[in-house]
């Protein structure tokens, strides 16, 4: 069974900071996708990592995927109040897609 | 229409009733995805239908639950005889064909058993 843990699973911060969270597995996958969810939404795709090694960069979010392809880090830089939601992570292996549980982020004026 | 629909957004239920949950694609979405997004749990697999292909029903997680999707288009989920443990909000995601393309959600549908 793949399985991606996330770390943290809560983090608040202070406007303005910046932040990385992460997501790791025993697993190899072949791609790994991260996703933002807000309340009584469903999740919305940010961004897919394909290679190892892969650094992708979305205005203020910077996505990495491990040179094993086994974990990824989600890195934000001077979080904004708009930033807050459920962020996940989601591996594609040989099943449809595997999901962490989630780091819940707050952030705050 | 523009993105993946579901209904009903919320349903009630007592305990020992069937529910169908409905969800409708993407035009041209070859994919369509069940998951099951329960408090402080990740999404949690259910089912994933892929074009004419038999449906890949290994996470399912009794045979209470089950699904079918007609004419490629639209998909139910189907509850028999619900449990206080099957609360959990439903979502459906439909995806083109091929690796590598993520999944657009829908809204869910939250189910509360009482």
């Known amino acids: 069974t793949q399985l991606l843990e996330q770390s943290p699973q809560f983090l608040s911060i202070q406007e303005g900071e910046n932040l990385t969270v992460y997501c790791n597995s025993s697993?190899?996958?072949?791609?790994l996708q991260w996703y933002r969810q807000e309340p009584g939404e469903g999740p919305v795709l940010l961004v897919t990592?394909?290679?190892?090694?892969e650094v992708k960069k979305l205005k203020r979010l910077t996505f990495q995927f491990g040179d094993a392809r086994k974990d990824s880090s989600l890195h934000i830089t001077a979080a904004q109040t708009g930033d807050t939601g459920l962020y996940l992570c989601?591996?594609?292996?040989?099943?449809?897609?595997?999901f962490g549980k989630g780091t819940r982020l707050s952030v705050i004026a | 229409g523009a993105g993946v629909s579901q209904s009903p957004s919320n349903k009630v239920t007592e305990k020992g009733k069937d529910v169908e949950l409905r969800c409708d694609p993407i035009?041209?979405?070859?994919?369509l995805y069940w998951y099951r997004q329960s408090l402080g749990q990740g999404l949690e697999f259910l089912i994933y239908?892929?074009?004419?292909?038999?449906?890949?029903k290994s996470g399912l997680p009794s045979d209470r639950f089950s699904a079918e999707r007609t004419g490629g288009s639209v998909s139910t989920l189907t509850i028999q005889r619900t449990q206080q443990e099957d609360s959990a909000v439903y979502l459906c995601?439909?995806?083109?064909?091929?690796?590598?393309?993520?999944?657009?959600f829908g809204s869910g549908t939250r189910l509360t058993v009482v």
């Open positions: 697993s190899v996958f072949s791609s």
């Open positions: 989601a591996g594609l292996g040989n099943t449809p897609l595997v």
């Open positions: 990592v394909v290679t190892g090694g």
């Open positions: 239908f892929q074009g004419n292909s038999a449906p890949d």
């Open positions: 035009s041209g979405h070859t994919a």
């Open positions: 995601a439909s995806a083109p064909s091929g690796i590598n393309y993520g999944y657009t």
